[in-house]
């Protein structure tokens, strides 16, 4: 039996051709060995204390803690006290959220310290806040509420040179409101949910990079405006997006998730363009929510008659 990797193949028994023609799946990830190390502090644990509601130098009209609502404060004072303890405790929610993350993604084996041969995943938080910021025009004051964290990661091969490192940045919002003249409406999340939902995005960046770099995110295959990949949930989510290489003449080809299941998900072009000249086996890119490819114009400029 002979078979074209990501192809068609023909079946031969007994030395005669069957002619049976097979669709074959996009072949298995080999697993790759990594060890979740050490994911320190950018700062000295107790400095969260202080810190934890500052997001730096901030636009005249953000408010920050200390400064802003007293919803914001209140969520400082209750998050930075899991800041510190986690911080003392070498972030395990963290590391946690990452070796589940790594693990489900199907291409990476998550192996215990000391283990030879393995690669070593490190890291470091920083950049930890609490913003409000609000806009008011005419009647109508609409203002909204987030937190923000920071991770910075290195992939280290067994000899100890770095392979690999980036910088993940993920806010999430914990209150909005919206008021005008005879309306309003307020919603908020609980200080422990926003920091777990914190923690589980920054948690899935950081192991699709990681994913990513030891195996690259590939189309399997294209069927007019669709292609599939060989990534599936929980790394791709529904509505993310994935940029194609259209060539030269096509330049980069944005694309949505429409589907996403175990070890593959379907994405769709936007803006009508096919995928058609796409070809198999080629690479893709992932656009995180924050990245700016992830939020440009969604249509082509045309020049009207």
């Not at 926003?194 to 990079?209: I, K, T």
């Not at 509505?239 to 980069?252: P, S």
């Amino acid at each position: 039996m002979s078979a074209a990797t990501g192809g068609n193949y023909q079946i031969v028994i007994g030395g005669l051709l069957a002619g049976i023609i097979v669709a074959v799946a996009a072949p298995a990830i080999a697993q790759q060995r990594v060890v979740i190390g050490d994911f320190t502090s950018a700062q000295s644990c107790t400095t969260y204390i202080l810190t934890s509601g500052s997001v730096g130098a901030a636009a005249s009209h953000t408010r920050v803690y200390g400064v802003g609502s007293k919803t914001s404060a209140a969520f400082a004072a209750t998050w930075r006290q899991d800041l510190v303890r986690d911080c003392v405790d070498n972030f395990p929610d963290l590391r946690t959220s990452i070796t589940s993350a790594l693990a489900a993604s199907g291409g990476v084996e998550v192996a215990p310290r000391g283990t030879r041969g393995a690669i070593v995943l490190n890291g470091r938080v920083s950049d930890v806040g609490v913003s409000s910021a609000s806009v008011a025009i005419e009647d109508i004051e609409q203002s909204n509420e987030d937190a923000g964290l920071t991770v910075e990661f290195s992939l280290r091969e067994p000899d100890g040179s770095v392979r690999f490192g980036g910088s993940i940045a993920k806010r999430v919002s914990f209150g909005d409101s919206f008021a005008t003249e005879g309306f309003s409406s307020t919603s908020n999340q609980s200080d422990a949910s926003v920091y777990n939902n914190l923690q589980r995005e920054l948690a899935l960046a950081v192991s699709r990079s990681v994913n990513f770099e030891l195996h690259p995110l590939r189309i399997v295959s294209v069927s007019g405006r669709r292609a599939r990949v060989n990534y599936g949930a929980p790394l791709l989510t529904l509505g993310a997006t994935v940029i194609v290489d259209g060539g030269v003449e096509r330049g980069q080809i944005r694309c949505n998730v429409v589907s996403a299941g175990n070890g593959f998900a379907d994405i769709e072009a936007e803006g009508g363009q096919s995928l058609e000249n796409i070809h198999p086996g080629s690479q893709a890119q992932f656009a995180e929510l924050e990245d700016p490819a992830s939020n440009g114009r969604r249509l082509e400029r045309v020049n009207l008659p």
